[in-house]
């Protein structure tokens, strides 16, 4: 695709872009308190409302095109939480506090995650995510595959296009 290819997408993105930009300003200039992500990264309030604005205009330009953000990361890891009894907690603990914790997951999943603002819900996964720290759980497992799936994702056009050069593209050609 060519640069110029992409100015309607630009210009349908370019006010969502300027209000995340004005959301990141304004909690700049008041202040705001940064907390550390799992991965150990600061994060902030401001960080997630812009997102929240920046994911819904990416959805609203481009539908059925998937956004993968950290509220979708988040969300997946915690659908396999709450399908699945963690094998990680079980090897370690037994397979009633795995069953456990699979329980508050998906209490956490069907009751109350998913309703208000991005922050809110953020708030409630780290709440959850704190719960299990402090008694030593870590759902590895969960993790693990919530890992695997967005990889495969992310690697599923690749999988699908022929290759490029070498040998292997001679046989696609037939």
């Known amino acids: ?16 872009v300027l209000a995340a930009g004005r959301i990141e300003m304004r909690h700049f200039r008041s202040g705001v308190e940064v907390s550390t992500k799992a991965d150990t990264t600061p994060v902030t309030v401001a960080d997630h409302e812009a997102e929240e604005v920046l994911t819904e ?5 481009m ?6 953000a950290e509220e979708a990361v988040a969300a997946v890891h915690l659908r396999f ?22 329980g ?14 991005w922050v809110e819900r953020r708030r409630r996964l780290l709440a ?18 919530t890992v695997a799936c967005l990889l ?16 292997e593209r001679a046989r696609v050609r037939g």
Do not use: C
């Not at 539908?63 to 993968?68: A, S, Y």
């Not at 997951?105 to 208000?116: Q, S």
């Open 63 to 68: 539908p059925g095109v998937p956004v993968i």
């Open 1 to 16: 695709m060519k640069l110029e290819d992409y100015r309607g997408l630009v210009e349908e993105l370019l006010p969502a």
């Open 57 to 61: 205009a990416l959805h609203r330009a």
């Open 81 to 102: 939480m709450a399908a699945f009894a963690d094998s990680h907690i079980q090897r370690k603990y037994g397979a009633a506090t795995a069953e456990a914790v699979r």
């Open 152 to 167: 495969a994702h992310r690697l599923d056009d690749m999988i699908r296009l022929p290759p490029r050069s070498g040998p």
């Open 104 to 117: 508050e997951a998906d209490l956490l999943d069907r009751h109350w995650l998913w309703r208000g603002p």
């Open 128 to 145: 959850f995510d704190s719960k299990l720290k402090s008694r030593n759980l870590n759902p590895g497992t969960s993790a693990d595959l």
